[in-house]
């Protein structure tokens, strides 16, 4: 589709599709970038309404100074079909009504798998933001969302360079993937002021460096009796040597409860030092992490915000699809293996500094790369054939070009198909 404003200004229209508290945070430079670019771009935000309790989505739209969403789709809570479906039925219904000129997908929620699938269906071109991330463990929701995505969007931007070699492995076109960085340090870093500024660490009740920060959320973790059993086994332990603080999603908290006899689970297993507490804000939880001692998780997005902090994290899982935070950032793969995990903290606790960098393009300047690759293919004749996705040359295992980059200052590394 092609816009005209009052002014008789052509622009593109591009929707950006968000339906979870992590995707808010990635959206953000983006609706930034593109309207700094209003001669090109019109964004529209689709919140599919994933998440739609306060602290786990209003609250990020006012922190981040996000537009209000052009579109709510109110899919609510349910199974992970009841999600996607009703999120690919309202996104379809949009996709058809309007037209966009190109619609963007981010992360790996059902949002994402249902924005993927639509647009392939309805024949808008589509990029998926965070592509390639693999942990190669298919019992995860979140694993199969990646795949169908990065399979389904006709452009791949890429966090690190790992991921690009993921994609490459499974036969993807060497030639959709776009190495851009890491879109959500963009939001921490222009936030970074406020962060150091906020001491939310008081407001919960300890003081900086002197506690641990837990969050959990995954069902292997929360939803499986034996693992939340072995968990409230772990805080129980780690509590007798450290507070704790814990900012416990409802859904988590009601798990806990269930497995753990009741709501006085709290009180029993945390020795007066596991301080439970609602669900932060943006800028509230990364001073938390910024403050911690350790964080304990088993989130992607916080093995990343840990990573950038220089914060150690112990990540409460065996595998993880950010190998990039272990080999370059501050990151411990421990599991639900409490001797591990006592013996990190002791590591962490008596020694040398925490050693780690910053992975590349990990630098704030993604947003600005993701838009100069639109300008190029969105405003011109460079547009990927949906019938030549799979390169032969790239089947697993065989080597592959390196795909597209974008340098520092957003120029395209070299050329794309046209």
């Not at 589509?126 to 795949?147: F, K, Q, T, W, Y």
């Not at 939880?285 to 915000?305: C, M, P, R, Y």
């Not at 793969?333 to 962490?348: F, K, M, S, Y």
Request: hydrophobic letters at 40%.
């Amino acid at each position: 589709m092609h816009n005209r404003d009052d002014h008789g200004v052509n622009y593109r229209r591009i929707a950006l599709v968000a339906g979870a508290r992590p995707n808010f945070v990635k959206i953000a430079p983006l609706v930034q970038a593109l309207r700094r670019s209003h001669d090109q771009f019109e964004p529209i935000i689709i919140h599919t309404g994933q998440h739609y309790d306060q602290h786990l989505s209003d609250v990020f739209f006012s922190e981040l100074a996000i537009p209000s969403p052009d579109v709510h789709l109110g899919i609510g809570s349910g199974t992970h079909a009841e999600q996607t479906a009703r999120a690919l039925i309202g996104i379809e219904r949009f996709l058809l009504d309007h037209e966009p000129d190109f619609i963007i997908c981010v992360g790996d929620v059902n949002s994402t798998l249902a924005c993927a699938l639509a647009a392939a269906k309805c024949g808008i071109p589509c990029a998926h933001v965070e592509s390639g991330l693999r942990s190669r463990d298919r019992s995860m929701p979140e694993e199969i969302n990646r795949i169908v995505a990065d399979h389904t969007a006709d452009w791949l931007y890429t966090t690190c360079a790992d991921a690009g070699d993921n994609l490459r492995r499974e036969g993807i076109d060497p030639d959709r993937i776009v190495f851009v960085g890491n879109i959500m340090i963009d939001t921490m870093m222009a936030q970074m002021d406020r962060i150091i500024a906020c001491d939310s660490p008081a407001q919960v009740g300890v003081r900086r460096g002197e506690y641990l920060l837990l969050t959990m959320h995954r069902p292997v973790n929360v939803d499986d009796p034996e693992h939340a059993g072995i968990l409230l086994d772990i805080i129980h332990s780690l509590t007798a040597r450290h507070k704790i603080v814990f900012p416990i999603h409802p859904r988590t908290k009601a798990r806990l409860s269930d497995f753990g006899g009741g709501e006085e689970w709290a009180g029993r297993v945390g020795r007066g030092n596991l301080i439970l507490c609602e669900p932060q804000g943006y800028i509230e939880f990364l001073a938390l992490q910024k403050s911690a001692l350790a964080v304990l998780t088993d989130s992607g997005g916080v093995q990343e915000e840990t990573t950038m902090l220089g914060v150690p994290c112990l990540t409460l899982r065996t595998n993880t699809e950010r190998p990039v935070t272990i080999t370059e950032g501050t990151n411990r793969l421990v599991g639900l293996d409490l001797d591990r995990i006592l013996a990190v903290l002791d590591e962490i606790q008596f020694p040398h500094p925490v050693r780690y960098r910053h992975p590349r393009f990990w630098d704030g300047k993604t947003a600005g790369r993701i838009v100069a690759h639109l300008a190029r293919v969105v405003t011109s004749k460079a547009r990927i054939s949906r019938t030549h996705r799979v390169a032969a040359s790239t089947a697993p295992g065989a080597p592959g070009t390196p795909g597209i980059q974008v340098d520092e200052m957003g120029h395209i590394a070299h050329s794309l198909q046209v």
